[in-house]
């Protein structure tokens, strides 16, 4: 629930962040085909080369979840943390089999089984498409602009994509939109759930632990790609390390970092602060209330809303770190003196100066209308339905069949002609409903709509129909269909007169508001994100014309480098050290709560306690990092990102190497927990040959222009 307003990433300047006077080396999320190999070299004192990136670049996993993993094993297994599979988990999950709270595969070997709606890809190919791209809009403006953009970007994301089966190629607009990529994956729709241990071990310490250091938490779990119903090969894989991590130590972390947003001005802040950071939270607050309510109500009712629950929680704490990262003087002191400077240099230049003009004014007034426009975009489009998946479904179907009977470059972009199979398989894949979870969110949704948008306005009549928003929450779930994924394929293939047709209270509900909500969207693109897009393009232009960048742009879902080390011992950051053990967890362990360890950690006597089980590194991540393979310097695989510190919260806006630090779970304590407490010595025995094995493929990432 993010904030999407900013489409372009732009450069971040070597000033732009130094919160304490000039940037840290660690800093950066540097794309795979553009990292910098001999800044690595000077900062870490560590070679590496085309093949070593290229190795990690083959065996890093995006996942749908929002996550990041690794390739551990030939066999498709892959490494990422427990709570990028809670949702999977849930929807495994009954009163006789629960296994979030009892594990997955816990004691030993049984059936893999599908996550419903998980989806896993591999960046195998990037390829430059930037002279199509701009050169498609050379002549043109308004609609005309738009249309010929958008159909160069569909055509460049089909060509790339042509011949390449189980491929998904996907276009990322790079420093203010002055080079374009598209990204080839292979991707994988059967993913399949391994293992995963216990919630409570998982987030030992529960939300009072977290974004903190010490943690003590053993956030993993192993799923499996598969390939016409057998595990898929997987040649290219990490070799796994049950060494501990040293102080000092150089590392690597390889994952898609979500959304940062770097190169925003002071004004941007602002809105971010004061509009935009305070309504997220204000409705993730909201739907909480329910959430603990139905979770307290039964057994099944705590099952169901667990991972939503969990979400909830999670995202109340980042959005509230991020507004008071936002708040801080020293971020702000930074920014201010950025455009001052920038615009300092950009005065001694007359002849740019009067083609740059004054962007930073005209984003001011912009952020003028953001505050007005703002709450009802959240509400009608960025935030509608509240995470209904009936609501979701709805809205896809509706729109899609709208959207189909258009040529490609006159629809949303979301359903461009090499956006359909994804939507498709999404749309058609089982996923178990839970009708008071699915009340919940949309009673809180409507609640929130009627409050903030006001309840005699005329246009929303269609949204309650003067009812309160229980009752129409209530009748709109019990009388939709949609949870059966055979009303969704019928829909989908009757098309237009299909939804015409249809007599489904939800599809009715979507039908009957869906043109309010698009014309929320367009006054949005129109008056705040077209304009925003251009003032910052020209930002972006000046700061590329008069200094020297970092060579990274903002991070967007897609794969990035980041390197950095194991603290010393005397980290100022983390004053108790970089690491803690089993034998912490072990004394951290309570009577119960969120300090209880499962039963199985007492009957362990093998178990080496001295065993590193969390660590944390000077590594730049960001929301969606979550997963992330952390190797050494030789590119073996010591840990898994599963958080940042309290001071990483700010990273979205900016880095402080002096206080942030990731945290990932040792390869060496998953190791032991499979081996000696979970007596999982299978999936120990396939991990270690694996890494035993010479045979590692050295699939290698292709920078080129787009074929014509």
Known sequence: MRPMWRLAAALVLAWTLALAGRARAEEGLFTFDDAPMAR???????????????????????LSSGCSGSVVSGKGLVLTNQHCVLACEQALASAQDDV??????????????????????VLEAIVDVTADILGSGAGKTGEAFVA????????????????????????????????????????????????????AVAFF???????????????????????????????????????????????????????????????????????ILPLAVADWTDLRRPLVRLSRSGEAQRRETEAALFEADNEIKRLQGERQALASSALAAARDKEESDLKAALAAHPALALQIGDPWSALRLVQLRVRGAYPVWRELEEAAGGGSDLFDWARVLVRAAEERAKPSDERLPEFADANLPLIEHQLMEARPVDPALEQARLQTWLSELRQRLGDDTPGLRPFLRGEDPSTRAA??????????????????????????????PMIAFVRATDPLSRAARTL????????????????????????????????????????????????????RGPFTTLADLIARAGAGGDEALPAAWAAAPKLDR??????????????????????????????????GNAASLGGAFAYDGAHNRAIAVATAAIGEALANVYGRADLMAEIEGAAASADVTKTAVRVSAAPS
């Open 40 to 62: 690595i070299r000077a900062d870490l004192g560590v070679a590496v080369d085309r093949a070593w990136l290229d190795r990690l670049q083959a065996a890093s996993v995006r």
């Open 100 to 121: 979030i709270s009892q594990g997955f595969g816990v004691g030993g070997e049984r059936q893999e089984r599908a996550c419903p709606g998980l989806s896993a890809e």
């Open 148 to 199: 010929a953009r958008q159909q160069a970007l569909a055509d460049a994301e089909a060509r790339v994509c042509v011949g390449a089966s189980r491929a998904r190629c996907q276009v990322f607009s790079f420093f203010g939109g002055s080079l374009f990529q598209v990204y080839r994956y292979r991707r994988w729709d059967d993913v399949r759930l391994v293992f995963a241990p216990e919630a």
């Open 205 to 275: 310490g529960g939300q009072k632990d977290n974004f903190s250091f010490p943690r003590y938490a053993l956030d993993f779990a192993f799923l499996r790609l598969y390939q016409g119903g057998r595990p898929a090969p997987t040649p290219a894989h990490l070799d796994w390390s049950n060494a501990a991590p040293t102080p000092g130590e150089a590392v690597f972390a390889a994952g898609n970092p979500g959304e940062s947003e770097r190169d925003l001005t002071t004004a941007e802040l602002a809105s971010l602060k004061d509009v």
């Open 475 to 504: 009748a709109l779930v019990a009388g939709s269909k949609l949870a059966d994924p055979a009303v969704r394929a019928a829909l989908w293939a009757g098309g237009a007169a299909a939804i015409a047709a249809s007599a489904d």
């Open 524 to 575: 949005w693109e129109e008056d705040i994100v077209g304009p925003s897009e251009r003032d910052q393009a020209l930002i972006d232009r000046a700061r590329t014309m008069l200094a020297a960048p970092f060579a990274y742009p903002d991070a967007s879902f897609s794969l990035r480098l980041s390197y950095g080390r194991v603290p010393a011992a005397a980290d100022p950051a983390e004053p």
């Open 610 to 643: 001295s065993a590193v089980l969390d660590f944390v590194t000077t590594n730049d991540i960001e929301a969606g990092s979550s997963g992330s393979p952390v190797v050494d310097a030789r590119e073996r695989l010591i840990g898994a990102v599963f958080d």
